[in-house]
């Protein structure tokens, strides 16, 4: 599976962002998928992930409510919709796909990632 992430940018605290990823390769239906994000400094940590019908979500504790995961199967496209922003959200986020949906990191395609940047 290849997975294309795009959507990041700098946006203001209190602001929204949506972020996609579009995979190519193989039945996109196949797989569950997440997001991750990794801050200068830090270790990568799960965001959020969705099962392969989209009828399971997870979260971080640190963006419920705040951040929703979604999937149309149609289009190959997962997607993070990020609302109320702030600034210790400014990461590098990847997208992720496995065969199984997981809170962890160990999955076994990665998307190259793009920059979310928060101001306060």
């Known amino acids: 599976v290849q997975l294309q992430a795009s959507g990041g940018g700098l946006v203001q605290a209190g602001g929204s962002l949506r972020l996609s990823c579009a995979a190519s390769?193989?039945?996109?239906?196949?797989?569950?998928m997440g997001w991750f994000r990794q801050a200068p400094g830090k270790e990568r940590e799960f965001v959020a992930a969705?099962?392969?019908?989209?009828?399971?979500?997870y979260y971080a504790d640190s963006v419920k409510g705040r951040f929703t995961i979604s999937r149309d199967n149609a289009k190959n496209t997962v997607y993070l919709q990020m609302n109320s922003l702030k600034p210790e959200d400014t990461a590098v986020y990847y997208c992720a796909a496995n065969r199984v949906v997981t809170t962890t990191p160990y999955y076994n395609y990665w998307g190259q990632g793009t920059q979310v940047t928060v101001s306060s």
């Open positions: 969705i099962s392969w019908s989209g009828g399971s979500t």
């Open positions: 390769g193989r039945t996109f239906s196949n797989y569950a």
